[in-house]
């Protein structure tokens, strides 16, 4: 990944984590919801966001309910970096699963 990419998936990350946290009330329903990656398509039309759910219930309803609000998260992300930024990605929402998959294998080598 360029230099360039790396910067603009770091500045989307960042922005987009202070936006799921000031609009998690009115928004999400209060769930608490972090950007754990951004990755950025070369031309800069598209990105993919990675988020991670502390929640003891299913993620999905969470992700979906982040879907449905892809149009007022891109207007406010336009808002915040439309200076830095000639074009808006579009944004893709999917469920980082990593943490769980650390965990999984953490209990397996605790049990062992």
Known sequence: MSVRLEKISTLIQHELAIIFQRESRNLFEGA???VT???????????KVYLSFFTKGEKEPLLKMVQVQ???????LGNTVGKQLRKIPELTFFIDDSLDYADEIDKLLKDN
């Open 32 to 34: 608490f919801i972090t």
């Open 37 to 47: 990656k951004v990755r950025v398509s070369p031309d800069l039309s598209y990105a």
């Open 70 to 76: 892809t149009s007022p998260i891109k207007r406010i």
